[in-house]
């Protein structure tokens, strides 16, 4: 019964940053992935940002150098930093996770979101 749960949206000016957070509860034995995506009103959901079991990342070109994906396994939580915020980067934030929680599954598990507006 595992649950991503999502915090620190909100409204902040162009330039600003935020951290949101992803909280995980429940048994989880293996992480093979966990990242972020966004969606923004009358678009399809994009990656953001992603980190692997095997230390590689990936970032959307228009957040590198911007915004840092980052983990605290004994807190079971995954972060993800947006420093120099952009209007454009305006949307729900969504906590996504790779997880093995028993012998037989695997299943790929996402958070109920979090808003993020960016006012110019």
């Known amino acids: 019964q595992v649950r991503l749960v999502e915090s620190g949206g909100g409204l902040v000016q162009a330039g600003g940053s935020l951290r949101l957070s992803c909280a995980a509860s429940?048994?989880?034995?293996?992480?093979?992935?966990v990242g972020w995506y966004r969606q923004a009103p009358g678009q399809q959901r994009e990656l953001v940002a992603r980190?692997?079991?095997?230390?590689?990342?990936n970032y959307a070109d228009s957040v590198k150098g911007r915004f840092t994906i980052s983990r605290d396994n004994a807190k079971n939580t995954v972060y993800l930093q947006m420093n120099s915020l952009k209007p454009e980067d305006t949307a729900v934030y969504y906590c996504?996770?790779?997880?093995?929680?028993?012998?037989?599954?695997?299943?790929?598990?996402w958070g109920q979101g979090t808003q993020v507006t960016v006012s110019s």
């Open positions: 996504n996770a790779d997880l093995r929680t028993s012998l037989q599954a695997r299943n790929d598990y």
């Open positions: 429940g048994r989880v034995f293996l992480t093979y992935a």
């Open positions: 980190t692997t079991s095997g230390g590689s990342t």
